[in-house]
């Protein structure tokens, strides 16, 4: 069974930071794509931060140079830190782990997602 566990949101001032952490069990964690994605009242999820298995990544352009995306595959985590929080970054944030298989099968999970609010 599939799990993956976030953890580490919370309510933080303006400027401040937080860091993110999603562990995983049931997969092949170092295979996976992992991804942290946001999710704002009213709006749709989008993508935050992805970070290959050999850890190339994407950000999205609202969150580079704020947010930093990184996995250790020995603790099967990824972790999103977060600096300069805005009142805009308040959001539901998940975890996805995603694999495309060679023969084209795709593998999609996702947390159950932690809340981050940043407020004064």
């Known amino acids: 069974q599939v799990q993956l566990v976030e953890s580490g949101g919370g309510l933080v001032q303006p400027g401040g930071s937080l860091r993110l952490s999603c562990a995983a069990s049931g997969v092949a964690f170092s295979i996976y794509d992992m991804g942290w994605y946001r999710q704002a009242p009213g709006k749709e999820r989008e993508l935050v931060a992805r970070i290959t298995p050999g850890g190339r990544t994407n950000y999205a352009d609202s969150v580079k140079g704020r947010f930093t995306i990184s996995r250790d595959n020995n603790k099967n985590t990824v972790y999103l830190q977060m600096n300069s929080l805005k009142p805009e970054d308040t959001a539901v944030y998940y975890c996805?782990?995603?694999?495309?298989?060679?023969?084209?099968?795709?593998?999609?999970?996702w947390g159950q997602g932690t809340q981050v609010t940043v407020s004064s």
């Open positions: 996805n782990a995603h694999h495309t298989s060679w023969s084209g099968l795709e593998y999609d999970y």
